[in-house]
């Protein structure tokens, strides 16, 4: 690994736990997209040795990607993102099966499927969301049960963003073979962390993104089975063999394709180095900080990820008192900020509301250090007992003989805003 300065922002260090969410881009891909950026700016489907050139630049990165996955490179269209190619996959499924109607799906994927999931539902298709057991896991044996004579794809998710755990994905791809079903999974959070293995897996359809693994935002990529019929969701030019339209961003092509030999080269210290980093991080909280759970299976999940609930507080307080010190984590996925319901991840599996609006996660990256660690454990217990202490939520709280949970609520958000405006206060005042 390439070891290069702390991120800073604002002229502070950033402690970054957020890896989940995004991650930092390698000096190695920055390096590696430059000249595309500066030279080598022709488009590759023109016909001249200037275009020629950057078209050999693209093909080299896909063979890249598509080593990192098992896959044969014909086998790779690269995409805008991982939402695109979660899209595209399902579309693509009903497309070419136009008698089937039904998609099965879980109640914990990334709002790239469960949105799109609802957007299939208005336009009259049936779509089951499975749900998890309480730690997370998937029951099999009801996915199997759920798949009908109609159902034209099964999409499940490899690795769950917000809690790290892992569902059988080639267990559930012998079961949709066996049924005749097309399968397809997200594995945008596993590349950097778990060998990934198409051919292994058996799988029809495989999503990437290549902000999870140190490229840049704006590209991803969806694993296509070879043979497999497909329809392309973005119509237009002739671009990645008739299967998406669009230029190709040929910066982030080279990109993904640096990054995803850079993932590969990672896999050790992600799965040694970084994962005794999360396991002392989240040792030391659930032993030093009373009323603290974890959420999900401990052994089934990816070596990075720690979704802790904090009894009696909102996570949002805590991460606003973090982000006060500098350090960067999340309530959830990126991509449902600002919403005020709590995680549906922790929802489906069945934790109380309270608990869920008080669970943080920690997503650590290669770019880790023990430093980084030692701050936020440093910072935590303090952050998490000034908020229990003005907690109506606590039960150690002295107003809480006569529970009324709605007039304690109002309470607690008043008391929440003065802690954070003394929190914002210049030292002494
Ligand atoms: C599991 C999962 N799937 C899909 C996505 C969407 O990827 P993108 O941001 O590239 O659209 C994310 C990103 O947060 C994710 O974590």
Same mark, same amino acid.
């Given at each position: ?120 539902? $208005?336009?009259?298709? %049936? +779509?089951?969301? !499975?749900? *998890?057991?309480?730690?997370? &896991?998937?029951?099999?044996? @009801? ?49 950097? $962390?778990?060998?990934? %293995? +198409?051919?292994? !897996?058996? *799988?029809?359809?495989?999503? &990437?993104?290549?902000?999870? @693994? ?53 896999? %050790?210290?992600?799965?040694?180095? *970084? ?11 659930l032993?030093?900080i009373p009323n603290t759970v ?14 802790i609930a904090f009894d009696f507080v ?30 549906? *991840? ?9 608990r869920?609006?008080g ?25 998490i007992?000034?908020?229990r202490?003005?907690s109506?939520l606590s039960p150690e ?33």
């Amino acid at each position: 690994m390439t070891s290069f300065s702390p991120a800073t922002v604002f002229n502070e260090k950033v402690y970054y736990f957020d890896n989940n969410a995004t991650t930092r881009i390698a000096p190695e891909v920055v390096s590696a997209m430059l000249p595309f950026l500066e030279q080598w700016w022709g488009n590759p489907s023109s016909a001249y040795r200037f275009g020629a050139a950057v078209h050999g630049h693209v093909e080299a990165a896909r063979e890249k990607v598509a080593a990192l996955i098992g896959a044969d490179p014909k086998e790779v269209v690269f995409t805008s993102c991982g939402t695109e190619s979660n899209n595209s996959a399902i579309h693509s499924a009903l497309y070419m099966n136009p008698g089937k109607k039904h998609v099965i799906t879980t109640k914990v994927e990334h709002s790239a499927n469960i949105n799109f999931g609802e957007y299939l539902q $208005k336009r009259g298709y %049936d +779509v089951t969301y !499975l749900p *998890v057991e309480s730690d997370g &896991l998937l029951d099999v044996h @009801l996915l199997e049960k759920s798949i009908r004579p109609d159902t034209a794809i099964v999409s499940v998710m490899y690795a769950n963003n917000e809690t790290g755990v892992l569902f059988p994905i080639e267990e559930i791809a012998a079961i949709c073979r066996s049924r005749g079903v097309l399968f397809h999974t997200d594995a945008v959070q596993v590349p950097g $962390k778990l060998k990934l %293995d +198409v051919k292994a !897996l058996g *799988v029809d359809f495989l999503s &990437l993104s290549a902000h999870k @693994l140190h490229a840049p935002k704006g590209i991803g990529m969806l694993y296509v089975k070879r043979r497999t019929k497909y329809q392309p969701y973005l119509i237009g030019g002739h671009q990645e063999k008739g299967r998406r339209g669009g230029t190709e961003s040929v910066p982030n092509i080279v990109a993904f394709g640096r990054a995803a030999e850079l993932a590969m080269s990672t896999l %050790d210290d992600e799965n040694t180095r *970084v994962r005794a980093l999360r396991d002392r991080l989240e040792d030391f909280i659930l032993a030093r900080i009373p009323n603290t759970v974890r959420n999900g299976n401990k052994d089934l999940r990816l070596p990075n990820t720690a979704n802790i609930a904090f009894d009696f507080v909102e996570a949002e307080a805590i991460l606003l008192l973090l982000d006060q010190l500098g350090i960067c984590a999340s309530s959830g996925s990126a991509c449902t900020t600002g919403s005020l319901d709590p995680s549906h *991840v922790l929802m489906a599996m069945g934790l109380p509301p309270m608990r869920a609006r008080g669970s943080v996660r920690f997503s650590l990256g290669i770019y880790n250090t023990s430093e980084d660690v030692d701050y936020l454990i440093q910072h935590l217990p303090r952050i998490i007992q000034k908020l229990r202490d003005i907690s109506p939520l606590s039960p150690e709280h002295p107003d809480n003989e006569a529970y009324d949970i709605e007039a304690a609520r109002e309470k607690h958000e008043s008391d929440l805003a003065e802690a954070l405006a003394e929190e914002h206060a210049p030292a002494g005042a």
